[in-house]
């Protein structure tokens, strides 16, 4: 993705830095997604802000917003939103993260990648992606939307380990969620452990292992909810020709009991067509929750990036 980097001796003198810049990207998709006989066509876009810049004392910090437009189905198209921001500082050691970000759990403890995201039609990727476990196993999470928890994250940089230490609130009773996760290198795996100590379904234990096998990457996440529900999901991924194919099986609870449990799957292939474009298409069984557990979904489009 080819961004837009502007500096100027204006931002050096209002932040007091030894260099400071901003940069500016985009990203969008279209296509056509069909769930149990019922075809929808969607498009996104997404316009990505950064900046960054270093104090004399050789402190870094930085900021991000991110505004969306998404049109999924018959919705209404065209609206722009605000993803929310968040602010960090550091000193190489520690760094310090406020805002719209995620939580230790899910910065720290490896849920995400691996297989990661064949195509996400919609606004809920728990749905259709293969990175996380669902919905009944929940964790600290930022907000494209910008509808996200107030974070307050610390990760600490230890050698060839990372803690993270995260409080949020959120709703208007302000209930609190506080996380711990560690990673951490163990032969060829990287090592995940994070814990969220929300009540019932709203926090829980997690632990993930990715590694690489020849020419393909796998992962396996596994989680209890603090309902004492357990979720499983295993993942993958490996080049084929010029393209990636990604895979993923879990077995999961739709509503955080052990009676709503059930399987879903999922197959997915990317292939680049040079420029920032990229052609996808996947295929998933069960990934729509509620009355569409059992559902299939087929999804082709196009990525791009500016």
């Known amino acids: 993705m080819k961004k837009i980097l502007l500096t100027s001796t204006a931002l050096t003198m209002l932040a007091g830095a030894a260099f400071a810049e901003a940069n500016v990207g985009m990203t969008a998709r279209f296509g056509i997604s069909n769930t149990a006989g019922v075809t929808s066509t969607f498009n996104r876009m997404r316009l990505n802000m950064s900046a960054s810049g270093e104090t004399d004392g050789g402190l870094t910090f930085g900021a991000f917003m991110r505004l969306q437009s998404v049109t999924f189905g018959t919705g209404a198209g065209g609206t722009i939103v605000g993803g929310g921001t968040r602010?960090?500082?550091?000193n190489g050691t520690a760094t310090l993260t406020v805002g719209n970000t995620s939580g230790a759990v899910g910065n720290t403890a490896g849920l995400y990648g691996v297989g990661g995201c064949?195509?996400?039609?919609?606004t809920s990727?728990?749905?259709y992606c293969s990175n996380v476990i669902g919905r009944a196993n929940t964790f600290v999470g930022s907000s494209s939307g910008g509808g996200g928890p107030n974070v307050v994250r610390v990760d600490f940089s230890l050698g060839s380990a990372t803690v993270s230490l995260s409080t949020n609130q959120t709703g208007v009773a302000l209930t609190t969620n506080n996380e711990l996760a560690v990673s951490f290198g163990l032969g060829a795996a990287t090592i995940g452990i994070g814990y969220d100590d929300g009540t019932t379904t709203l926090g829980g234990t997690f632990l993930t292992a990715n590694m690489d096998v020849g020419s393909a990457t796998v992962g396996l996440v596994y989680a209890r909810n603090n309902a004492g529900v357990t979720a499983w999901m295993l993942k993958g991924s490996t080049a084929v020709g010029n393209g990636t194919i990604g895979a993923h099986v879990a077995s999961d609870s739709d509503l955080g009991t052990a009676a709503?449990?059930?399987t879903r799957w999922g197959l997915?292939?990317?292939q680049s067509l040079g420029g920032g474009a990229a052609a996808v298409i996947a295929i998933t069984n069960g990934g729509a929750f509620g009355v569409l557990a059992t559902a299939t979904t087929v999804t082709a489009g196009l990525t791009l990036g500016f």
Request: charged content about 15%.
């Open 260 to 262: 709503t449990t059930r």
């Open 118 to 122: 064949g195509f996400s039609a919609s």
């Open 87 to 90: 602010v960090w500082i550091s």
């Open 268 to 270: 997915n292939y990317r």
């Open 125 to 127: 990727y728990l749905e």
